[in-house]
């Protein structure tokens, strides 16, 4: 599937997976053959029935927090930081500080990728580990990073 993801006056497009969980609903609001209630028991996620699906929405407020950053510039050279990542809805806030730079950057979940828009052309994308770590790509590949909880 093809998504395009909107960020201030940006659109960005890329291959992935839905990110909400789409599940039949009976007309009690349960899956066909399952005990009452079980589609509304998922665990940490809020779900509405609309349409004859539940709609799972994915709960990120997990994600905030201070994370260490070990990264790789386009040209090679390494870096190190710190990363601050705040949640407001479904919106995802970072400041990356590097040494006495800051770089401040929003955007939030496409499918399964984390996509935050920078400024620059090309934003970064994350894939979120079950460790809570991340790992990112940004300059089109060409550079990359990895976020750890602090």
């Known amino acids: ?14 291959a992935a997976a839905l990110a909400v969980a789409l599940l039949p609903a009976a007309a009690s ?31 990120i407020r997990w994600l905030e927090g201070e994370y260490s950053v070990d990264g790789r ?33 929003e955007g939030g979940f496409v499918g399964n990728v984390l996509v935050i828009d920078w400024g620059q052309a090309d934003p970064v994308t994350y894939v979120v580990n079950t460790d809570g770590t991340l790992n990112g790509t940004w300059s089109k590949g060409l550079a990359s990073e990895r976020l750890i909880p602090r």
């Open 29 to 59: 609001g349960t899956l066909p053959g399952a005990p009452a209630g079980a589609a509304m028991a998922i665990p940490g996620t809020p779900a509405t029935t609309a349409g004859g699906l539940v709609l799972a929405a994915r709960d």
């Open 73 to 105: 510039n386009p040209n090679g050279t390494p870096y190190r930081g710190r990363v601050f990542i705040t949640v407001r809805g479904d919106d995802v806030y970072f400041r990356w500080e590097i040494g006495r730079d800051v770089y401040r950057g």
């Open 1 to 14: 599937m093809v998504v395009v993801s909107a960020r201030r006056g940006r659109a960005f497009v890329m």
